[in-house]
T-cell receptor, first 114, second 107 residues
Framework: DTGVSQNPRHKITKRGQNVTFRCDPI?????LYWYRQTLGQGPEFLTY????????KSRLLSDRFSAERPKGSFSTLEIQRTEQGDSAMYLC????????????FGAGSRLTVL | DAKTTQPPSMDCAEGRAANLPCNHS???????VYWYRQIHSQGPQYIIH???NNETNEMASLIITEDRKSSTLILPHATLRDTAVYYC????????FGTGTRLTIIP
């Protein structure tokens, strides 16, 4: 197992364009999380899934953001009509929903909106 | 979610023990204490967690006070590679990160 994989690692886009990030979790992990991190701040929770069900969404997740996990395996995070304020590192993590909730993070996808 | 308070920065000499404090006075009975660290431009890395008892693994030790309102992460022999931001997190379903402690190991 290679851990949590995120693609692309870097994305530069123009304001108004749509972008999609993909996360492949550790195979036996049934929970998947998305976080956003801006410079100098800790990661901010966006949303999480247990299997294919999206159990919680942060108020940070505006209607331009949508996350899916259609088969309970990989997940996508789409941002529509990107704005410069969307520039950040988008982090994915996965875990097993039993006992302590130890998250394994991916390396992140860095978005730059010009 | 329970909140945590950590000092914004700390220095530690290489080879010495680094002791990172965390206050979590509003912790609930079933909430774990988790510690993660983040080295520049990488995703957060899990270090250790505990509920009531002190814990030790190959990376660190976690000391939790009897009332569970505070904890200390101990890196026993700090190296330059331990320079990172360390996050203390106290909740369960969704880990809520604060701004952490920036630990700098001094040669």
């Amino acid at each position: 197992d290679t851990g949590v994989s995120q693609n692309p690692r870097h994305k530069i886009t123009k304001r108004g364009q749509n972008v999609t990030f993909r996360c492949d979790p550790i195979s036996e992990h049934n929970r998947l999380y998305w976080y956003r991190q801006t410079l100098g701040q800790g990661p901010e929770f966006l949303t999480y899934f247990q299997n294919e069900a999206q159990l919680e969404k942060s108020r940070l997740l505006s209607d331009r953001f949508s996350a899916e996990r259609p088969k309970g395996s990989f997940s996508t995070l789409e941002i529509q009509r990107t704005e410069q304020g969307d520039s950040a590192m988008y982090l994915c993590a996965s875990s097993v929903s039993s006992g302590a909730n130890v998250l394994t993070f991916g390396a992140g996808s860095r978005l730059t909106v010009l | 979610d329970a909140k945590t308070t950590q000092p914004p920065s700390m220095d530690c000499a290489e080879g010495r023990a680094a002791n990172l404090p965390c206050n979590h006075s509003t912790i609930s009975g079933n909430e774990y204490v988790y510690w993660y660290r983040q080295i520049h431009s990488q995703g957060p890395q899990y270090i250790i967690h505990g509920l009531k008892n002190n814990e030790t693994n190959e990376m660190a030790s976690l000391i939790i006070t009897e009332d569970r309102k505070s904890s200390t992460l101990i890196l026993p022999h700090a190296t330059l590679r331990d320079t990172a931001v360390y996050y203390c997190i106290v909740n369960h379903e969704k880990l809520t990160f604060g701004t952490g402690t920036r630990l700098t190991i001094i040669p």
